[in-house]
C-alpha cells in the first residue's frame, strides 16, 4: 500500500476520529517521453534562476506568494500550517445529505481513509451509521496547499473521502447549443422511443468493473512491441496524404440506425418490439458435415499421372498438324486428277465446251 499522504481526524459534533488519507486510484496512461527528433535523445528540464540562469537544487526552493510584479511573500510549509491549523489536520463535516442529490459532475478525486490509532470503533460507528442512514456526509478539508468541499461515502467496509468540485468550478451550459425537448429538430416519436427502450434493455447488464480495460493503451504498448521487433525503434511513422476523411451527412435515418443496431445486438427485448416491422432474416442453417459412411461413399479425387500428362501433351500436339494437313490434301487434289487423266489419254475439256456438246 502507498504511504499516507495526509493525518488527521474527521470531526462532527463532539466525535473526533483519527483517520489516514491514502490514495484510492492510480493512473497507468501511457508514459511517453519526449525526444529530440533529430537524434532521439530525451529532452529534460531544468529548474534554473532566472536571474542568474543556474541550476536550482530542490532543497534550496521555497513557495511564495506574489503580491506585487516581482515581489513575493515567502510561505513556508510552517506557515501554511499556522494558517489555520485546525483546518490543516480536521475533515470537518458540515452536513448530511442524500447521496442522490449530488450530482455526479460535482464529483472529482477520491481518497480511502484508514482508522488511525486508537480510531477503529469510532471509525465503525461513522461506517455503520452512513450506512443505515443512508447518507453520505459534505465536509472540507485541506489538502497540501488547496480547500476542498468533499463526500464522505461508504463503499463496503471503507470510507472514502471524494472530493467535490465547487459550483464555481463547474462551467455554465448556456452557450453549449443543447436541443430543447420541444424543439422541432429534437421531436422523438413514440416509435423510435420504443426501439431505443429496446435497445438499451437487450445491452443492460449487470456491472462487472474487471471485464472493462483500457484496450487503447493495450494496442500502443503491441505496436511498441511490434517495432522493436521489426528493428523500426528510429522510424517515424508520417500520415498517409492519400487518406481521406470520411464523410459525414446531417441527415440523419434514426430508425435505420435503430433497426440496424437491434439487428447486431438483438437482446430479450427486441423480439419483444410488435410495432417492428423490419424483422431480422433468420440465420444460415450451417452445412450438415457428412458422416463416416459418407465420406467413404465419396468416389476418391482423380489423381493425375505423368503417363496421363504425356499422353495429354501428345494429344495436344496432334490436333494442330492434322488441321494444318487439311489444306494441303485440297492442293494435291486437281494434280491427281491430271495424272489420272494423262494415264487414260484424256483431258478434262472446259466446262464451256463440254456445256455446248
Known sequence: MARSLWKGAISFGLVHIPVEMYPAVGSKSLDLSMLDRRDFAPIGFKRYNKETGKEVSWDDIVKGYEYESGEYVVLSDEDLRRANPEATQTIDILAFVDAEDVPLLYYDHPYYLAPGKGGDKVYALLRETL????????????????????????????????????PDEIRDTDELKIPSPKAKAAVISAKELKMAMALVEGMSEDWKPNQYHDTYREDVLALVKKKIKAKQTKTITMPDPDEKPAKTTNVIDLVSLLQASLGKKPGKAAARDDDDDDEPPPPKRARKPLDDDDEDDAPPPRRKTAAGSREHVAASADKPKRAAAKPAAKKAAPAKKAVAAKKTGTTAAPARRRKAA
Open 131 to 166: 450506512k443505515e442512514v443512508g447518507k453520505i456526509g459534505i465536509a472540507n478539508v485541506v489538502i497540501r496547499v488547496k480547500q476542498h468541499l468533499a463526500a464522505l461515502v461508504c463503499i463496503g467496509d471503507t470510507i472514502v473521502l471524494n472530493t467535490l468540485r465547487y
